[in-house]
């Protein structure tokens, strides 16, 4: 079954997902990546905010309130950023090989150069206190590593220091993660492999030390790497995955968790803006969400869900057949201590997601799609008939469905079906 603009509920029955508000009223540039950042404080209370690589720009919002601030202008435009927290200060940085990385501590009215002559990278995360850093155009495979509980200290030696990761071997890393107290280590995209960072210290009896996990898999993009569970998900050039399937199955197509989609994602998919792809885990629902550009297109618009609550799991898009929100970025922020769903557009407009009204912002409904895989009945020599066909439904509202089927290489036929009520009793 491809299904577009709906999800499955825990029958397997399609539904169409929720509909989109409209949070920021005034544009701000191409939302090309968006992090909901936790501020502890010292006063025992914590603050929310938003910030985003909006075109040349960084900006900030307060809770979700709607409108953005400028933190930092001048910035190469439309870059692929990267966040990450830690000592309560938001990091930031991008795939410009001109602007340095930034630190932002909630409060203040612009972001600051990362201090401590850090390497100009563009991916970075935290793992066993130490902040790790990669994609530096000048060294591509090197990893390096902050001293022990520090964010700007990348130079103090026994302390801070760097790992090579299979040098010139025709590939960079692409992505980072920390996983089961390693660090995972993504290198593409050509021949592709993975390795493990073992180890607690730069020295001593667990010190750090480079175990290579696989070849021939890897992931596009730093974005495309999230947790669902106890495992890692990601974004190949070749599809979607998991590290555990991954680590049992290599990289046979077997294993791949979109394997009923490979030629849709081989030939749907715009293949030269696989880096900005995008992806989060959007609990709430039970699906694991990716965003890409379709063919054709440089815009992020497309999402491929993975509702990873079945075995095997389910996939459905949004946005291909018909319109939804373009989700250029993604994110999964907490409203009211629920986690729900955002989009970044590519025209400047944060959107909350899987909304209960079926609408975009106000400005009109949205159509979705539903179709079956083709149905032989058995062996395709023997001629059969089809008499009668059936569709059961919820009604939702006073609105036409229509449902249309084909035989063979004919024309498609179609039959509406009207949800609206009537008087049963006459």
Request: aromatic share 10%; charged share 15%; glycine share 10%.
């Amino acid at each position: 079954m491809l299904s577009d603009n709906c999800y499955y509920e825990l029958d397997g029955g399609p539904r169409k997902i929720g509909g989109a508000d409209k949070i920021n009223e005034t544009a701000t540039g191409s939302l090309n990546g968006i992090y909901d950042a936790w501020f502890q404080g010292g006063a025992g209370s914590e603050t929310q905010k938003q910030v985003a690589y909006a075109g040349t720009t960084i900006q900030n919002m307060s809770a979700l309130g709607g409108t953005w601030t400028s933190l930092k202008t001048g910035l190469e435009a439309d870059k692929i950023p990267c966040f990450e927290m830690m000592n309560d200060v938001v990091i930031m940085a991008s795939t410009s090989t001109v602007d340095v990385p930034q630190s932002w501590d909630g409060g203040a009215a612009s972001t600051s150069d990362l201090g401590g002559s850090p390497p100009n990278f563009s991916i970075v995360v935290e793992h066993r206190n130490r902040l790790w850093a990669a994609g530096v155009a000048s060294n591509p495979s090197r990893l390096y590593y902050t001293a022990l509980l520090t964010t700007n200290d990348w130079t103090t030696p026994s302390d801070a220091g760097s790992i090579d990761i299979s040098p010139s071997d025709g590939d960079r890393i692409t992505g980072l993660a920390s996983h089961k107290n390693e660090l995972i280590v993504f290198k593409g995209t050509n021949k592709q492999s993975i390795h493990r960072i073992t180890g607690s210290a730069p020295t001593g009896t667990d010190a750090f030390a480079r175990v290579p996990f696989i070849t021939g898999v890897s992931a596009v993009s730093q974005l495309s790497i999230f947790r669902v569970g106890d495992d890692l998900v990601f974004a190949s050039p070749r599809g979607i995955h998991s590290l555990a399937a991954t680590a049992s199955f290599g990289d046979y197509v077997e294993a791949f968790l979109s394997r009923p989609l490979l030629t849709f994602y081989q030939d749907k998919l715009n293949h030269n803006v696989l880096n900005g792809c995008q992806g989060v885990n959007y609990q709430s629902r039970g699906l694991a969400i990716w965003t890409f550009a379709p063919s054709g297109s440089t815009t992020r618009s497309l999402y491929m869900c993975y509702d990873y609550r079945f075995s095997p799991g389910r996939w459905s898009t949004w946005g291909y057949q018909t319109r939804y929100v373009n989700a250029h970025s993604l994110m999964v922020a907490q409203t009211g201590r629920k986690h729900r769903l955002y989009a970044g557009t590519s025209t400047g407009f944060l959107y909350e997601l899987d909304k209960t009204t079926r609408a975009v912002d106000t400005t009109g409904a949205y159509t979705w799609n539903v179709m079956t895989p083709y149905l032989n009945f058995g062996s395709s020599g023997i001629m059969k008939n089809a008499e009668d066909g059936f569709l059961s439904l919820q009604p939702k509202g006073a609105y036409n469905l229509t449902m249309g089927y084909q035989r063979d290489t004919q024309t498609q036929q179609t039959v509406t079906v009207s949800q609206a009520g009537g008087n049963t009793l006459g």
